[in-house]
């Protein structure tokens, strides 16, 4: 006999079925891993350059997604989100790890990682979500344009606040550096694309050989912003430079996706830091319903509901984990698990608003999610 869609085992189920994929190869990876040695030195090392190149590969495909008209109505928001909200939501979890953990310069840099919402996850609640459009796009775009913007501030900040790092005017000019050449990167991708752009009226299809100028261009473009780690030009490069890639895109990044997780499991091999990793996830959720209430101000009271849970993470912050490593290594075993709880966090209290009867009530107590006022 099957479960009722509204039964406290139908919840669970629905919270956890689809953690299941990304938890097992993550254990295969961490099985793996109790024979596998990774060499993860610094800059220069074949490790650095896969956890860049997988990194290019997820910020390209949840950039390109992006549908320009749809964002325009809402520029102001986003721009907020991703400036101002990525900043706020970053020192919230750090003051929240300061608070309940002893102080270390090392939870600002963790607290950046998680800061973002990961697009690919986001992309599945659209479809299956209820949204108005409007918070549908704006919460698409918010997903994409974050994860740049919080892969640069991951950089800079690391530089300036982990052991050995530079000092802030150092760090500052480094951040300065790192914008310049990033938008040196846009402009010759803008070049490019005005070059080998598709000619005629807007539908027609582009021929064959257009279109294998274009994805070698795309390649160029990426091997570039591997080699520098300029990946903030090419995310916003994805904004037009868009060869016809097809389904391709989309397998590539979930391709990356396993790819990051198999080698985030095999560093989990040392173990996990699940006390500190649980209360960076729920500082991270937390963040995300401060942020979401001051940015969705006015709208509907179900949309608003939809984004203040809208926090979840995936390649990024498991790719920045592995980016981290090598400078603080406690990264893996602490954001890992953090990944862990905000995905369990956004899947329950989706699934109450969704399905309020599903947990078991006692006479009339208990919090009707229906009427939730933010």
């Not at 964002?71 to 929240?96: E, N, P, Q, S």
């Amino acid at each position: 006999m099957r479960p009722r869609s509204g039964s406290p085992r139908a919840f669970l189920r629905a919270v956890f079925r689809p953690l299941l994929l990304p938890v097992l190869i993550a254990g295969v990876g961490s099985l793996a891993g109790q024979w596998l040695t990774v060499d993860i030195q610094g800059d220069g090392g074949a490790y650095a350059y896969l956890t860049y190149g997988l990194l290019a590969v997820g910020l390209y495909g949840s950039a390109q997604g992006i549908s320009r008209p749809e964002v325009r109505g809402d520029v102001y928001r986003i721009v907020f989100a991703i400036t101002v909200g990525v900043v706020v939501k970053a020192a919230f979890i750090a003051l929240v790890l300061t608070v309940f953990l002893r102080r270390k310069p090392e939870y600002l840099v963790l607290a950046v990682a998680m800061a973002q919402i990961d697009p690919l996850s986001v992309s599945a609640m659209l479809e299956a979500g209820d949204m108005s459009p409007r918070a549908k796009s704006l919460l698409a775009a918010w997903a994409s344009f974050d994860d740049p913007v919080t892969t640069v501030l991951v950089v800079v900040i690391s530089s300036m606040a982990l052991p050995g790092a530079d000092s802030a005017l150092a760090g500052a000019a480094g951040y300065a550096r790192t914008l310049s050449w990033n938008l040196l990167l846009l402009v010759a991708a803008a070049g490019v694309w005005a070059v080998i752009r598709k000619r005629g009226p807007v539908g027609t299809p582009v021929s064959t050989g257009r279109g294998l100028i274009q994805i070698v261009a795309l390649l160029g473009l990426a091997a570039v912003a591997t080699w520098q780690f300029l990946m903030l030009g090419l995310a916003l490069s994805a904004l037009f430079f868009r060869p016809p890639l097809g389904p391709w895109i989309g397998r590539l990044t979930n391709a990356a996706l396993f790819a990051a997780t198999f080698l985030l499991g095999v560093l989990l091999a040392g173990g996990a830091d699940f006390r500190i990793g649980a209360v960076l996830g729920c500082a991270t959720f937390a963040a995300q319903i401060l942020v979401g209430s001051a940015l969705t101000w006015g709208f509907p009271r179900r949309d608003r509901i939809s984004l203040c849970l809208s926090q979840q993470n995936g390649i990024t912050a498991i790719i920045l984990a592995l980016f981290l490593e090598p400078q603080l290594p406690k990264a893996v075993a602490v954001i890992a698990p953090a990944i862990l709880v905000v995905n369990l966090l956004h899947l329950a209290s989706n699934n109450l608003v969704t399905h309020p009867t599903a947990m078991p009530r006692s006479g009339t107590t208990g919090l009707d999610l229906h009427h939730l006022e933010l």
